[in-house]
């Protein structure tokens, strides 16, 4: 009876860890989003990869350390399309600008939507969470200061600095509503009717005040 060979098992290609540590977060946002950030553990990350341990451990010596730099990453990333898009909402057409800012912001979670995943879960990690309230009081704080002057710009709107924390609340609370639907599987909306309808409505809410 012939005997039979066994393949020798394919190795893993050899990366430096300056090319290696992507493909780790990748695994790990994966792993986060699919089944909890419970499951983000070096060994499912090399198992995943299909690595050893040991090239893991090469680029991130703990599991700590590789959480840390998940979330450094992927809020980088979030907070800047987000104030991007916060910096569209410009123009004398106050309708225009809303619909544009809306547009922005739900194009930066539709290329992206893992990361968002990642934050919008029903039970965010304590770390994720806390990342999440600060980079909210740093786009809070940057629509504070253009908020205020385009209404009374567009609208004369009186009253405004008893108004405007509520005013902010308001724009803050739609932009997470918004990006909540978007990611909602089997949704029917995209990044631009979403945008549209969500920037008709909170103008008419902020024409109002």
């Known amino acids: ?10 190795r893993a290609a050899h990366l430096g860890p300056d090319r290696r540590r992507p493909q780790i977060l990748d695994a790990a946002l994966t792993l986060a989003v699919e089944n909890g950030i419970g ?5 499912a990350i090399a198992s995943q990869l299909g690595v050893s341990r040991p090239v893991v451990y090469s680029c991130f010596g703990d ?9 450094a990453r992927e809020g980088e990333h979030m907070l800047e399309g987000v104030l991007v898009a916060l910096h569209r909402a410009r123009g004398d057409d106050p309708q225009a600008a809303f619909i544009d800012g809306y547009r922005a912001l739900l194009t930066v979670v539709a290329e992206r939507p893992a990361s968002w995943r990642l934050v919008f879960t029903a039970n965010p990690d304590p770390a994720v969470a806390d990342r999440f309230l600060r980079a909210r009081q740093i786009v809070s704080d940057n629509a504070s200061r253009w908020i205020a002057p385009a209404m009374t710009h567009w609208w004369q709107t009186q009253d405004i600095e008893r108004k405007l924390p509520v005013l902010i609340e308001l724009f803050m609370s739609s932009c ?10 089997g949704t029917e909306w995209n990044a631009n009717t979403l945008g549209d309808f969500f920037g008709r409505s909170m103008c008419q809410a902020f024409r109002a005040a």
Request: hydrophobic residues 45%; charged residues 25%.
């Open 1 to 10: 009876m012939p005997t039979q060979t066994r393949k020798p098992r394919e």
């Open 39 to 43: 499951a983000v553990t070096l060994s």
């Open 63 to 71: 599991r700590v350390e590789l959480f840390e730099a998940l979330l």
């Open 176 to 185: 997470e509503a918004a990006v909540r639907l978007l990611l909602t599987p």
